[in-house]
């Protein structure tokens, strides 16, 4: 674990957050560079809406799941680069912010969400490799003996107690090399526009659903489900949906042509 890359004088370099931005400029750099060149600036406009509308769904989310906690401590809930943020919440805000910039821009959002697919997965394995770096998202404890040593190594917890744990963060980054994989795998897929972004967003989603169940931070339950597992299991579903929708209205067209 190292969550401080660097100390520069008064000034601290936090690895996650390091990590974290430097996901979001590969992301904002691939969406200048895949566009058409005229519309460069302006898929880089509805990146940078997206980007601040997932870290305002992100924080926003996060703070009100842990309300006991920022009810007594209103300032911090401000204070967002101390970490604590909601990826359910950041994919929600993201495409809040991307569809009312694209709007005002007159640009159909679905392209641009095509054109998302490898960074929304790449921000996901970065992501995790942050949370490796600062111990958060970490695994739950395991009996002795229940996993292979090799597979369960000592992590230590939000108290430092270090025990053989799931390895949550690294199932993240192999989950997310395997999602990256795939996406670029079907980029050429004749797929209708939108159904590769949905199908990226997709893919996280079912990671990080089956992780968190192995996760073993604190977090709220809901019927004695961690909230973070009833969340992801919302995202999926509806970008499974709506992928579904979008594939199955392309196969109507075809077949529609075909008589």
């Known amino acids: 674990m190292f969550p401080i890359l660097a100390q520069l004088g008064p000034v601290t370099l936090y690895t996650y957050s390091i990590l974290l931005n430097l996901g979001l400029a590969l992301g904002l750099a691939w969406l200048y560079v895949t566009a058409p060149t005229e519309k460069k600036v302006r898929r880089l406009d509805i990146g940078i809406a997206a980007i601040v509308g997932?870290?305002?769904?992100?924080?926003?989310?996060?703070v009100v799941v842990n309300g006991g906690y920022f009810l007594t401590n209103p300032v911090e809930a401000l204070m967002i680069w101390r970490g604590g943020l909601s990826?359910?919440?950041?994919?929600?805000g993201a495409l809040l912010g991307a569809g009312w910039w694209a709007r005002r821009l007159g640009e159909p959002l679905l392209p641009v969400l095509d054109a998302a697919a490898p960074p929304i997965v790449?921000?996901?394995?970065?992501?995790?490799?942050?949370?490796?770096a600062a111990g958060c998202a970490y695994g739950a404890e395991v009996a002795p003996g229940q996993l292979p040593a090799w597979f369960a190594p000592p992590a230590p917890d939000l108290y430092g107690l270090s025990v053989p744990r799931w390895p949550t963060?690294?199932?993240?980054?192999?989950?997310?090399?395997?999602?990256?994989?795939?996406?670029?795998?079907?980029?050429?897929?004749?797929?209708?526009?939108?159904?590769?972004?949905?199908?990226?967003?997709?893919?996280?989603a079912l990671g990080a659903?089956?992780?968190?169940?192995?996760?073993?931070?604190?977090m709220p339950l809901v019927n004695g489900l961690r909230l973070d597992v009833v969340g992801s299991a919302l995202v999926l579903v509806g970008a499974a949906?709506?992928?579904a929708l979008r594939v199955r209205s392309r196969t109507s067209v075809i077949v529609e042509g075909s008589d």
């Open 209 to 218: 659903f089956f992780i968190s169940f192995m996760r073993g931070d604190p």
């Open 122 to 132: 790449l921000l996901s394995t970065i992501t995790w490799g942050g949370c490796l």
């Open 241 to 243: 949906a709506a992928w």
């Open 169 to 204: 963060q690294a199932l993240g980054i192999g989950w997310g090399v395997f999602s990256l994989l795939a996406v670029f795998g079907l980029r050429r897929q004749r797929w209708p526009e939108g159904a590769q972004g949905l199908y990226a967003l997709g893919l996280v």
């Open 87 to 92: 990826w359910v919440g950041a994919a929600a």
């Open 54 to 62: 997932g870290l305002l769904g992100a924080r926003l989310v996060y």
